[in-house]
């Protein structure tokens, strides 16, 4: 029997693991290609042989996703399997489009074949958008299970943009293994809170082997938590799935895929920075929760800042420098540095467009959205000499840096400059702790 030739159109990360579950060992079907978006210098590479598998010996080749509408007529392509996140629906409907009209079938996976079952006990952190705050609210879980003396591993969303061979399986413990991995700055902003807060986490490519490593962590392990990327849904079938909204963007939880299914399908949803939004924002998204996910719990939460040195804030010329995925393609115009600027006073935001050099002044024309920050995008040694320099060329008192990973490690930065952190920090009942007891007795874990 022919096997049916398809392109699984990804970035880097569900695409992979899509292939990896249900496509890798099965002879009905041939994928003669990946293609990417969304992340800088992914395509032109190939999923290696080590990890394709048996039926490809070669591998598979990867392209820009521009290239799409001709690789389906050049390859005789039956079927492209949508695999990548947080893009509104328009957006997936007219990559659809583009599908069909080249002559292939559509098709998004759904979690029954893509989720994989743990021989422990998992919670999963999933968000309707990209910046809502899973990072925060899957520190605030582990806290909280830590203080009842469970072993937890996090296993975060993959970001494999390096040497794919050699992530397959990848262990963070320390701030030394960041470097170790050749880590981005994305990736960073992931695992350094967990490392210098003494948590394992894992990532890398194949998540069925970073799931039996996790299990097995030498430090032990009670509790898998999925560490969420995007909007996308967990890997891992949760026992205890949790979703946080943003109100600073409402009506998103029902506009982006797949957000909309990490909200139907949650058993907590967080709304999360209620301490920023309005009234009306906040009601809108609880509104919208009890529409499509009535039987879920609701809790609202502050997403609390505190400034290293808010004295070089007040009355000065600033730059902020926000997270950068949160910016890109999560299309948000601020980030906690913005809040911390306006909310301590200071003089003027400058604008950092004009300053910008190389790669930075491709982020910029590609997403017109963004005004006066600044995303902190790493993805490679020459995309951190452009960052630096950008943030050395702005003329301002000092630089307000709001990604949560310590940019100061990795570039040079010479003026004076502060760190945004934030925290979430639940308001009133039901709360995580009571959440979390639930959980813990269900599971037995005392």
């Given at each position: ?8 159109i990804?970035a ?10 249900v ?13 990417a978006?969304q992340?800088?210098?992914i395509?032109?590479?190939k ?11 070669e ?9 799409l ?12 399997i949508?695999?990548?996140s ?7 409907m007219?990559?659809?489009?583009l599908?069909n009209?080249?002559g292939?079938?559509?098709t998004?996976l ?28 899957s ?15 996090a ?14 399986v990848?262990?963070?413990a ?9 880590c ?23 998540y ?11 430090d ?23 979703n ?14 797949p957000g ?5 399908t ?7 920075k209620i301490?920023?939004a ?5 009601e ?8 499509v996910?009535?039987?879920s ?36 115009k ?27 002044i ?8 963004i ?14 000499k ?15 840096i ?45």
């Amino acid at each position: 029997m022919k096997r049916k030739n398809i392109i699984i159109i990804g970035a880097a990360g569900r695409d992979f693991h899509n292939f990896n579950t249900v496509y890798r060992n099965d002879e009905t079907y041939n994928v003669v290609a990946f293609t990417a978006a969304q992340i800088p210098d992914i395509d032109g590479r190939k999923y290696p042989k080590e990890l394709a598998g048996e039926l490809y010996p070669e591998g598979i080749p990867i392209y820009s996703e521009d290239q799409l509408a001709e690789l389906i007529v050049e390859l005789e392509v039956d079927e492209c399997i949508f695999s990548y996140s947080d893009l509104s629906y328009e957006k997936v409907m007219g990559i659809g489009a583009l599908v069909n009209s080249a002559g292939a079938n559509f098709t998004l996976l759904g979690h029954k074949n893509t989720m994989i079952k743990s021989n422990k006990p998992v919670i999963s952190v999933c968000a309707v958008r990209t910046g809502t705050g899973k990072s925060q609210t899957s520190r605030k879980i582990i806290e909280t299970l830590l203080e009842h003396d469970l072993k937890v591993v996090a296993i975060r969303h993959p970001m494999p943009y390096g040497d794919l061979t050699a992530q397959r399986v990848q262990r963070f413990a320390t701030v030394e293994d960041l470097k170790k991995h050749n880590c981005t700055i994305e990736e960073m902003e992931e695992y350094e809170p967990h490392v210098i807060r003494g948590n394992i986490i894992y990532a890398g490519v194949d998540y069925a082997d970073i799931l039996a490593a996790a299990e097995n962590d030498p430090d032990g392990c009670d509790v898998i938590l999925w560490d969420g990327g995007n909007n996308d849904f967990s890997f891992y079938a949760p026992d205890l799935a949790v979703n946080v909204l943003d109100p600073h963007r409402p009506g998103h939880e029902l506009k982006y895929y797949p957000g909309e299914v990490c909200l139907r399908t949650a058993d907590v949803n967080i709304i999360n920075k209620i301490d920023s939004a309005s009234e009306e924002a906040i009601e809108i998204v609880e509104n919208n929760i009890k529409l499509v996910s009535p039987n879920s719990t609701i809790i609202k939460a502050d997403s609390t800042i505190t400034v290293d040195r808010p004295d070089i804030i007040t009355g000065k010329r600033v730059l902020v420098v926000e997270d950068g995925p949160t910016l890109t393609h999560g299309e948000m115009k601020i980030g906690a540095g913005i809040i911390a600027a306006e909310r301590l006073g200071a003089k003027e935001i400058i604008e950092a467009r004009p300053y910008a050099v190389g790669s930075l002044i491709e982020t910029f024309e590609k997403y017109p959205h963004i005004e006066n920050v600044l995303p902190a995008m790493g993805y490679g040694e020459q995309q951190l000499k452009d960052l630096e320099a950008t943030i050395n060329n702005v003329d301002c008192d000092a630089v307000i840096i709001g990604t949560p990973m310590d940019l100061s490690r990795i570039i040079s930065i010479d003026k004076p400059y502060t760190r945004v952190h934030y925290e979430l920090d639940e308001v009133g009942s039901p709360n995580l702790d009571e959440v979390l007891k639930d959980f813990i007795q269900k599971h037995k874990l005392v």
